[in-house]
């Protein structure tokens, strides 16, 4: 009687191990493979923003990541990470968008970075050089975090 058991218990098993390896190949083929989180991405206000992420963003449509606080769109042409360390007091680039305090980064390879300022958790976002106009996108994404409150300005 217990050979009926061993291989049900057999099935069960290998189509947890497919199932499973089915999640790790959805993740490796992500555009985001290799974006680490912010330490803050699981603040509720990180939650809340992650829920109106919008589907497109500068005609880009949003692609599937699976983790806390990221958001992609056209396969990795825009990048936002909710859940960063605010800046502090600095003196690079500010602009503000709409309300939203951006500071500029070192720019990495081929993408600009910004970090919201005044902001807490903190939004960083990336943009690669593929997008034409960052002024297409920059309106929508500072619409996008200004629920989560200013505490001070840059610009």
Known sequence: MTRPRTRWGWAVGVAGLLAGAGLVAGELDSPVFGLAQGPLASDPACTRLAARYPDRLGGATRDRVTFA???????????????????????????????????????AGDREYLVTFGRSPAVEISVADSVPHLDAVLPDLSRLVSPIGPAGSCA
């Open 69 to 107: 606080g990221l958001a992609v769109w056209g396969r990795g042409a825009v990048e936002l990470r909710c859940g960063v360390h605010p800046p502090g007091p600095t003196t690079d680039a500010c602009v503000r968008v709409d309300g939203v305090d951006w500071v500029w980064r070192e720019r």
